[in-house]
């Protein structure tokens, strides 16, 4: 029976130097097969003498089981190589641009305007708005402004009627504030459009945002404006900030305070920012005029209070160093871009 | 306001302090110092004494001197054109540092020289303070000036400096150099002295006048007039023109001078009439006249009736509170004096000054404010000095009109208010001291403080007032930082803040920039408004022809902003903008949308989302939806509001329910050209109608446990009948035992072209069936199926293509 070995080298070999999977499939046939060469031996069987018979099969049986392994093994081997090769065909260009998601931005006002809000509602504020058009008494007379006040002259605000104006600061939304609330307690932020006499250029606008802050209750003193813009500034301009208070005037409070910031470009030691002093004039705050809280309908005995007012565009050009008021309000895409995140 | 060493040092010692010190002391306590300006600056400077001069032999303008400088003789180049042999002249000698620079000693076109001779411009002097001449050459000093003195700037008196302070309107007491000296000392802790003048002004009392002095308008509530009947004009002395020099003003004579010279000390303004020049013993003040009238400076005003005139027998003399007349202004010949110290409307002096454009020293001491004894003051510091400097004789009674209106102050507080309104824990001693110090005299009874306001601080009216005085002068570093205790509060947006929000950031994630643009507009932005209402508020005196009216639309201030940025090459430039808007109707919010280009394109993978009607409108359905406003309520419904801006076939008005709440679509061609752009798609939509009306809550619906099933038809239909025709016939009909079993219906093809008629085209629509309640056999779907297909047929005039 010396043809088991030499077939058994024969589908070896071929097994092994089959270089595809077509090939692989007609050596299956071939030896594997119901007319191959394997099947062919089983048929020798009836010829076999009976004693012998059962090795024979055996030996058939052991045939076959190498023949299937092999062919498995080589199988396995030809499709992981096809497959390798199909994935290095598929290769691509991995510098080539993606399908980026289109994302607008905020115009950077509204970015402040909006980390201010939100740093304010986390402090236990609600947001007011109010109309743009006022009536003087509101803008002025509730303020402490006189009726002989410069500001309160055609010459510098936006007159439609004696009566009625555009509003020059976010003070007349919070006199109507106070109004609506006498006597109970307030704690609220103002934002809105104001309007002044001005010319437009680099760093004055006819048209600009503030954000003012009111908090009335039965003791709110001088010193709470103090903590409360310090958390103020820090959350705007860093953890390291530190403010300080000059005195000031305002007609709506007393004390009038102007607030600094440390300067966060220098941390203080002087640069361009701060024109070398370290310190950036950012805000003015003070105590509620007793006065205003009276003609509001509140007793400027038994209240106090703080305000403080923002200029939003002030605020959009230290923090990002914008340098001409006028790009707020051009909508240039290539300025708003700039501004794709809070940070 | 202006104040230097030299006046603070009549008052005060100012030892162991430079100017530096004292501007940031007055600074903290509420005294802004804009400006530390030396009066002159230069060191190893020398007065010297011109020997020879003669030309320098290679040059035609050049000079070539020897200067006894006092410690020897040096040759000097100088180029200025006045130098002259016997000149005593200031001299910096070589290593001399000068604003312009450092002095060396060098060769000048080959002749030696040791230093420069200086013009008072090249040692710092405002050029403002010079004269022609001596801005044209070198400072030749008198005479007897000492050769070989080191200190030439003291010489001349120009040794001081100046602090340039800005003062807020409450303090306008403080542009009175005594009044702002006597709060410096306040802040420095130092004793200050002013002179002694009270009561001068009596000197004449006793003697007869037939002076009258007079007004005839409220606007004038109180008037002091005196005559004095001698005086010597002469020049000042030094001390007078030091000081006024100091302050910016120039020395005339000595009797101009003092009166400059108390109105810079008191803050009140006051006029000096050459008695001989009017043409009667007479002044009143009136307004209600119309004239031309030439004053001092020698130009020609013309006089309204609002503005406040000085009369003499009924002919202007003076421009109230602004400036005097030519005719009858202090001469060198001048004998006789009318003193002229009155109180005038601060408002109406603004309107006149601002009017002529005239603003001089007393008009601006007028608009800010003088307090009310300064009149009294002023008038006594005058008769004081002129009587002492101009040899004042034959002093007549002075002659008033009016009351000063003066009435004496207290306010009482207590330490605990004072630290209550602050935040502090000061002690009773530091606020005490803090009251001595600003001359209020307080007075202490039990727990409470009473302090006695002076007629300068007119601002102080109660204990805020206070609190502010003691807090500035103890100093704000000693404000403890706190946060307000107070009941819980909630901090939150409202409902509709939150929307406005939320729309801001869906527009944003879809590729749209945030926009903010100006709410004054044009006439003609004005008359392009989309969806405005009612009439424009215009102002009555605008900006500008740009700024002209309050807006009452957003898209024409929008569509200008598209056009700068495409002409500045910027491309796919979508925008919105959310803006309040006010008109004679009331105050809407809209949101205004303008796309073009594309919003999104990968072009290498030939990949856009381009901005046309249907992407405006899905970005719009969407917006309404996830605000909560159902589907089955919004309708785009064909424009028949404005055609006059959007192209009229591919534009529509948007509907919530019945409510008409916006225009969107293509822009009209010819309104893209008049904005100098070729295509965009907008809207406009009223957000208080969006925002206010009823919104679904979100609630879960269950999901069928029952499989969905899906079909396709194709209709051929007329070219106008619209798609979402179909689309409800479909969900209307599509009903089995009441149960409504189309869950979706998707237009997925429309055709157009070969194998359909001209005026036909052909949609294909896929229709998903779903049932709550079992499975759908398709016995089921096929009558539901049939149904539908029979109810397009009959309603939309449809033929049935495929099924």
Not at chain 2, 12 to 40: C, H, K, Q, R, Y
Not at chain 2, 124 to 144: C, F, M, N, R, Y
Not at chain 2, 558 to 587: A, M, P, W
Not at chain 2, 643 to 650: A, D, E, M
Request: charged share 25%; proline share 4%; glycine share 8%.
């Amino acid at each position: 029976m010396a043809n088991f070995e030499e077939l058994k080298q024969q589908f070896t070999a071929a097994f092994e130097n089959a270089e595809n999977l077509e090939q692989l499939n007609a050596l299956r046939v071939e030896y594997l097969g119901k007319k191959g060469q394997i099947s062919a031996l089983m048929k020798q069987m009836k010829d076999v003498p009976k004693e012998e018979k059962p090795a024979f099969g055996q030996k058939v049986n052991e045939l076959k089981a190498e023949a299937t392994a092999l062919f498995d093994k080589k199988k396995e081997e030809l499709e992981s190589k096809a497959l390798e090769e199909k994935l290095a065909s598929e290769k691509i260009d991995l510098t080539l641009p993606g399908r980026r998601p289109s994302y607008g931005n905020l115009n950077p006002l509204h970015l402040v305007e909006q980390e201010l809000e939100d740093l304010f509602i986390g402090l236990g504020y609600q947001v007011i708005e109010g109309d743009e058009v006022v009536d003087d008494l509101y803008c002025f007379e509730r303020a402490n402004i006189p009726k002989d006040h410069p500001a309160r002259a055609m010459q510098d605000s936006l007159y439609l009627d004696p009566e009625h104006l555009l509003r020059t600061h976010t003070t007349a939304i919070q006199m109507k504030v106070l109004e609506e609330q006498a006597p109970n307690p307030i704690k609220v932020v103002c934002p809105g459009k104001v309007y002044r006499r001005d010319d437009d250029d680099a760093t004055h606008s006819h048209q600009f945002m503030q954000i003012e802050g009111l908090v009335i209750g039965e003791h709110v003193p001088l010193s709470d404006l103090k903590g409360t813009l310090e958390f103020f500034a820090r959350k705007m301009f860093g953890q390291d900030r530190e403010i300080r208070f000059r005195p000031s005037f305002f007609p709506f409070t007393e004390p009038s305070v102007e607030v600094d910031v440390s300067c966060h470009m220098c941390g203080g030691k002087g640069c361009p920012t701060c024109k070398g002093t370290g310190w950036i004039e950012i805000l003015g705050a003070g105590e509620v005029h007793p006065h205003v809280l009276e003609m509001a309908g509140y007793d400027p005995k038994k209240v106090n209070g703080f305000a403080f007012g923002i200029g939003i565009e002030r605020v959009a050009m230290l923090k990002y160093g914008i340098d001409d008021i006028r790009h707020f309000y051009t909508n240039d895409q290539r300025f708003n871009k700039n501004f794709d995140r809070f940070d | 306001m202006k104040l230097s060493r030299k006046w603070l040092e009549q008052y005060m010692d100012l030892s162991g302090l430079d100017m530096n010190d004292v501007a940031s002391a007055v600074t903290d306590a509420g005294f802004e110092v804009e400006e530390i300006l030396p009066m002159s600056s230069g060191t190893n400077l020398v007065i010297g004494e011109v020997l020879t001069c003669v030309d320098h032999p290679d040059s035609d303008h050049l000079h070539l001197t020897t200067v006894d400088t006092g410690d020897g003789i040096r040759q000097i180049v100088c180029g200025a054109p006045n130098v002259a042999a016997g000149q005593k002249v200031i001299v910096a000698l070589p290593g001399a540092k000068l604003p312009g620079g450092e002095i060396r000693s060098g060769s000048i076109r080959g002749q030696q020289s040791d230093g420069m001779i200086c013009s008072l411009a090249e040692l710092g002097v405002d050029k403002h303070s010079l004269t022609e001449e001596q801005l044209a050459g070198i400072e030749v000093l008198p005479a007897d000036a000492p050769v070989g003195n080191t200190d030439p700037r003291g010489y001349l008196g120009l040794n001081d400096v100046v602090l340039d302070i800005s003062l807020t309107p409450n303090r306008a007491d403080c542009q009175a150099v005594w009044n702002m000296a006597a709060e410096t000392a306040a802040i420095l802790k130092r004793p200050a002295e002013f002179p002694e003048y009270e009561g001068a002004g009596n000197a004449g009392n006793d003697k007869e006048t037939d002076l009258v002095i007079s007004s005839t308008t409220e606007k004038c509530p109180s008037f002091l007039g005196k005559i004095i009947g001698s005086i010597t004009i002469k020049e000042s002395p030094k001390w007078m023109k030091e000081l006024l020099r100091a302050s910016g003003v120039h020395s005339i004579n000595n009797v101009v001078d003092i009166s400059n010279i108390v109105m810079l000390e008191t803050g009140q303004p006051m006029h000096f009439y050459d008695l001989d020049a009017l043409p009667a013993s007479e002044l009143i003040c009136k307004d209600g006249l119309e004239c031309e009238y030439t004053a001092l400076d020698g130009i020609t005003y013309s006089i309204q009736p609002e503005d406040l005139i000085i009369t003499s027998a009924g002919k202007p003399v003076g421009i109230a509170g602004i400036m005097g007349g030519d005719d009858s202004k202090i001469e060198e010949n001048t004998t006789r004096l009318l003193i002229e110290v009155a109180t005038f409307d601060h408002v109406s002096i603004r309107n006149t000054a601002r009017r002529l454009a005239l603003n001089t020293e007393a008009s601006v001491r007028y608009q800010r404010g003088i307090e009310p004894l300064a009149a009294k003051k002023a008038l006594d510091r005058a008769v004081d000095l002129l009587i002492r400097y101009a040899d004042a004789k034959d002093i007549e009674k002075t002659v008033v009109y009016g009351t000063d209106g003066y009435i004496p102050r207290t306010i009482t507080c207590t330490l605990a208010e004072i630290n209550g309104r602050l935040g502090t824990d000061f002690v009773l001693d530091e606020v005490m001291d803090v009251f001595k110090r600003l001359s209020l005299e307080p007075e202490l009874d039990g727990d409470l403080i009473t302090v006695h306001v002076p007629s300068t601080r007119q601002d102080l009216e109660g204990m805020a007032d206070l609190s502010e005085e003691v807090i500035r002068m103890i100093g704000y570093d000693r404000l403890p930082s706190t946060l307000p205790l107070m009941e819980m509060t909630e901090g939150k947006l409202n409902p509709q803040q939150k929307q406005r929000r939320f729309i801001r950031t869906m527009l944003l994630e879809n590729g749209l920039q945030d926009a903010v643009t100006y709410t004054l507009v044009s006439q003609a932005k004005n008359d392009n408004a989309i969806l405005g209402r009612g009439n424009a508020l215009e102002l009555p005196v605008p900006l500008s022809e740009e700024r002209r009216f309050i807006r009452r639309s957003i898209l024409p201030s929008l569509l200008e902003t598209l056009s700068y940025n495409l002409s500045r090459g910027n491309k796919n430039v979508s925008l919105f903008e959310i803006s309040e808007l006010t008109s004679d109707q009331g105050v809407d919010k809209h949101l205004a949308i303008v796309l073009n280009g594309n919003l999104e394109s990968v072009r290498w993978l030939n990949q856009t989302l381009p901005t046309d009607f249907y992407t405006i409108k899905g970005l719009i359905e969407e917006m309404l939806i996830r605000l909560g406003i159902g589907e089955n309520r919004i309708y785009f419904k064909e424009n028949k509001t404005d055609t006059r801006h959007f192209h009229p076939g591919r534009s529509a008005e948007v509907y919530i329910g019945k409510d008409l709440i916006g225009i969107t679509g293509e822009i009209h061609p010819l309104y893209a050209k008049e904005n100098g752009i070729r295509q965009a798609v907008m809207a406009e939509i009223d957000l208080d109608k969006v925002l206010g009306t009823k919104k679904s809550k979100v609630r879960f619906s269950p999901v069928s446990k029952y499989p969905a099933v899906s079909r396709d038809l194709a209709f051929v239909v007329k070219k106008d009948v619209p798609a979402g025709k179909i689309v409800d016939v479909i969900k209307r009909s599509g009903k089995l035992d009441k149960e409504a079993v189309v869950r979706s219906v998707e237009v997925f093809d429309v055709y157009e072209g070969e194998h359909v008629a001209d005026d036909e085209k052909s949609i294909a629509l896929n229709m998903t069936f779903q049932s709550d309640r079992h499975t759908l056999d398709d016995a089921m779907i096929t009558k539901v199926f049939n149904d539908i297909i029979d109810a397009i047929q009959k309603q939309c005039k449809a033929v049935l293509r495929s099924a």
